[in-house]
């Protein structure tokens, strides 16, 4: 059971640059998401999908989008990489409220 | 205003010892979950145990428990017996209202847990 994947693990761009960062789940979840974690911080919340076709907005959505056409996968699209975008990226997938979150395994991103 | 706060980012505990990491959070909102999880330096993010704001007793999973005190807004995760694997980061998490919700949740900045031998 392969539960959240991501790809790819490690990603250096450059400035301005453009790409997606894969994430798909086998679970049959409807509520996955995208964090950033930052070093030395916890995760926030960049943008999360409560079934396919529905995103919303979270805590730190600017330079990046997502879309989710089907329940499996839910990329997540950095339009024109800056500095201030490198970090890990973790994609998160739950089945309800009251259940734990299950996480990829991150993706490092440099912007140079 | 944080929702969630850790407010001790580093803590060492001796080896077979119990060690307790607190977290503090605010919501107004009467349903809520409270999530602890721990990442490793290799990064990935496993999940240790949940509380729910309607739970009438503490939860528990192994060597790990959670004390939870609604009225003072705490969630402080206990580790008894600590071992040299538990070296790690810990974050409390939470998510609020109903499972619309289930894909939102909010960290706090973490406790750095070092296990001595």
């Known amino acids: 059971n392969a539960g959240v994947t991501q790809t790819p693990k490690f990603q250096v761009l450059k400035t301005g640059q453009s790409m997606t960062l894969q994430c798909a789940q086998d679970m049959n979840h409807e509520y996955m998401s995208w964090y950033r974690q930052d070093p030395g911080m916890g995760l926030r919340l960049i943008h999360y999908?409560?079934?396919?076709?529905?995103?919303d907005q979270g805590e730190v959505p600017n330079g990046y989008n997502v879309s989710r056409s089907t329940t499996e996968d839910f990329p997540l699209r950095l339009l024109s990489a800056a500095p201030s975008q490198t970090s890990v990226y973790f994609c998160?997938?739950?089945?309800?409220?009251?259940?734990?979150?299950?996480f990829g395994q991150g993706t490092r991103l440099t912007v140079v | 205003a944080q929702k969630i706060t850790q407010t001790q980012p580093g803590m060492f505990v001796q080896e077979k010892e119990a060690v307790t990491l607190d977290c503090t959070y605010d919501?107004?909102?009467?349903?809520?979950?409270l999530f602890w999880y721990k990442q490793p330096s290799s990064g990935e993010m496993i999940f240790l145990i949940y509380q729910g704001s309607y739970d009438q007793q503490n939860a528990t999973e192994g060597r790990y428990s959670l004390n939870f005190q609604k009225a003072r807004k705490s969630a402080n995760l206990v580790i008894s017996a600590s071992q040299l694997g538990d070296s790690a980061m810990y974050f409390c998490?939470?998510?609020?209202?109903?499972?619309?919700?289930?894909?939102?949740?909010?960290f706090g900045d973490g406790t750095t847990l070092t296990v001595k031998p």
């Open positions: 919501t107004s909102d009467p349903s809520y979950g």
């Open positions: 999908s409560v079934g396919a076709g529905i995103t």
């Open positions: 998490a939470m998510r609020e209202g109903y499972n619309t919700n289930a894909g939102k949740s909010t």
């Open positions: 998160a997938s739950s089945s309800d409220l009251n259940t734990e979150a299950f």
